[in-house]
């Protein structure tokens, strides 16, 4: 499979970090786009996989849709977790970090407009995305989800 962009495997991996969701999904998905603002990651990211054109390095909030190539199936966003983990300071979708799930979301429907809507979004963080502020912070995820035209439901992992 080239990097096309078509729609049978291609996907994009927001907050990539070190590229475990391109780990995990395997050799069968194309990358056709990648990114996350930390400098040692992008560096981590390249150690695991070939240099490729698909990392770019720097804030999600700077990036445009022009900067997504492709048509790709899947989106995959592993969104900043501090502000939503029991062991941080619990700002939720408001704090610094974890905000950019706000960016993602734009590209998300600028992607829609553009007529390129994505059938598959993964999003993966911390069990505490599902309680912080409440519960509140899941709940608006969810609801915009839904109003996209998502279902979606939360799969708590216990990797210990």
């Known amino acids: 499979m080239t990097n096309s962009g078509d729609r049978e495997r291609g996907y994009y991996e927001f907050f990539a970090g070190g590229g475990m969701a391109r780990l995990g999904l ?3 998905w194309t990358p056709l786009f990648a990114n996350d603002i930390c ?19 720097g804030d999600i909030r700077n990036l445009d849709l022009h900067d997504l190539p492709g048509n790709p199936t899947l989106a995959w966003a592993s969104f ?3 502000d939503l983990s029991l062991a ?13 799930f706000w ?13 390129r809507a994505l059938p598959i979004i993964v999003l993966e963080n911390v069990v505490g995305a599902i309680t912080s502020n409440r519960g509140e912070d899941f709940q608006t995820i969810v609801s915009t ?5 998502y279902g979606m ?8």
């Open 39 to 57: 400098t040692k990651k992008a560096k981590s990211y390249a150690r695991n996989f070939p240099p490729g054109d698909e990392f770019s390095s």
């Open 103 to 115: 960016s993602f979301w734009e590209l998300v429907e600028g992607m829609e407009r553009q007529g």
């Open 88 to 100: 941080g300071a619990r700002g939720g979708l408001k704090g610094k970090r974890s905000s950019t």
């Open 80 to 82: 900043p977790c501090q």
């Open 145 to 149: 989800l839904a109003k996209a035209g």
């Open 26 to 28: 395997g050799p069968e």
């Open 153 to 160: 439901g939360p799969l708590v992992i216990d990797s210990g």
